[in-house]
């Protein structure tokens, strides 16, 4: 079992940063590959970045790659999204998600956090 908590969503304008985290508990988190996923108003959850258990893989969807960075501590328990150049339409509730191995899709996570919002001001 594992429980996810996200923090530091926040209103920001176009073009800064943030850093999301997601803190874990639980005594098998090092084992577990971490998602990112984000659901706008309207839309549907969709995938953002994944890393491997070992921070040795990472994956980004198209339409963040270069602006954001997924990150994880193991001895902390910890997963990060760096994200910058933010624009708009990277508003939505951002949500990470734990799976036994790194995956685009939604359907492979079994742990959800409540979601964290961040809103992006033109």
């Known amino acids: 079992q594992v429980q996810l908590v996200e923090s530091g969503g926040r209103l920001v304008q176009a073009g800064g940063s943030l850093r999301l985290s997601c803190a874990a508990s639980?005594?098998?988190?090092?084992?577990?590959?971490m998602g990112w996923f984000r659901q706008a108003p309207g839309k549907e959850r969709e995938f953002v970045a994944a890393?491997?258990?070992?921070?040795?893989?990472?994956y980004y969807a198209e339409s963040v790659k270069g602006r954001f960075t997924i990150s994880r501590d193991n001895a902390k328990s910890m997963v990060y999204l760096q994200q910058n150049s933010l624009k708009p339409e990277d508003t939505a509730i951002y949500y990470c998600?734990?799976?036994?191995?790194?995956?685009?899709?939604?359907?492979?996570?079994?742990?959800w956090g409540q979601g964290t919002q961040v809103t992006v001001s033109s």
């Open positions: 998600a734990a799976s036994p191995a790194p995956s685009i899709s939604s359907t492979q996570y079994r742990y």
């Open positions: 639980g005594r098998t988190f090092s084992s577990y590959a």
């Open positions: 890393i491997s258990s070992s921070s040795r893989l990472t």
